[in-house]
């Protein structure tokens, strides 16, 4: 018997069976809450044959969960959609968005960075819309297993109509992924903005773990660059850092002001660990050869904001080049992998010193 938060969960669709879908399709189904997992032949294929593994701090678990490859597939159409694909393919789905909102849905954006909300903002017959972020890191073993490397929870916003958000985040917090709700969506994107841009790019573009950025100080200043911008154009536009679950973003924008070494010595730790064994999604994506990645949705929406705003954003402006450049180009990238020196250069940052 699924407990109360559970039971009251309307029929929901997973947009997006990859790494974040599957943990939280698995999660809620393993509650029996009424979920359809919607994702790619090989995925649908592997959960419905052998059900889906769920691998946790504290379990492993197999799953029965129903998996789809096209939404004409689904037994009834779902009152909530999740959708958890990668930034850059929310543009590629939405013509089934479309048709889930029409029927009823409402929809929850999981994407990392600033942009997507946007976007389904523009569609104008997509009524309920909302947004959420999950700050747990996961990975996928294979087509049927996916593994939580870090603990962590989910916060959700409303963005505009109804969305039943506090029965999302009861049901989440039932399985055991701790859930809120806060009132502003702009404040919920780009705290987690902040915590995604840190160590992602530069850790992309040298092929060097987030624990060595840290390590070396040119680099950490390079990050506590970046990060002052992103936080100066989102104060700029009345944008707060907000606490998420296990990241408490307000200290973080707090210790990142303070001279590099202190910041240093306070963050490059904690930071490093923030991801478990999990690459940097942007090294994920340059790696993944479609030569695309979520950049566009991070530091590009830092330096766009900026942009608008007559902030000055040289770091954020440079990593998005220089990252869509070596995604589209792999020899861009041969030039910066493992040469540190290469990458100061290319943001104008004279090797040797620790620039502020
Ligand atoms: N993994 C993590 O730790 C975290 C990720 N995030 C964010 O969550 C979002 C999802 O990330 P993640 O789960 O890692 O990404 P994945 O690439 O693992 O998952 C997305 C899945 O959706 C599939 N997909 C894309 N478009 C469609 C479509 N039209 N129809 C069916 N399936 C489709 C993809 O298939 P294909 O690859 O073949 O396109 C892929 O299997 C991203 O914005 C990410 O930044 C946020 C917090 C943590
Ligand atoms: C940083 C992390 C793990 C969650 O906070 C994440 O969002 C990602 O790696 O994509």
Sequence with gaps: MPTEPVASLPPTLIYGAGAVGCLLGGVLAAADAPVTLLGRPAVAEAVNEQGLTIVQPSSTRRIRIPAVTSIDAISAPPALVLLTVKAYAVAAALPDLRRLAASGAAIVALQNGVGTVETLLAEPDMPRLASG???????????????????????????RGGVPLDQLAAALTATGLPAGVVPRYQDLTWSKLLLNIMANATSALLALPPAAIYADPRLFAVERAAFIEALAVMLGAGIRPIPLPGFNVPLLAHAM???????????????????????????LDIERGLGT??????????ADLGARLGIPTPVNATLTELLEEAARNP??????????????????????????
């Design 331 to 356: 020899e861009r990238r041969r030039a910066f992998a493992g040469r540190p020196d290469a990458l100061l250069a290319a943001l104008g940052r004279t090797s040797g010193t620790a620039q502020a």
């Design 293 to 302: 990645t979520e950049v566009r949705w991070l530091n590009g929406a830092v």
């Design 133 to 159: 972020t999950i700050t747990a890191s996961v990975m996928r073993d294979s087509p049927a297993t996916v593994r939580q490397e870090t603990t962590g929870g989910v916060m959700l916003a409303p963005v």
């Design 257 to 283: 002001r303070l001279p590099a070494p202190l910041a240093r010595r306070l963050i490059a730790a904690r930071a490093a660990r923030g991801r478990g064994e999990k690459r940097p999604s942007l090294w």
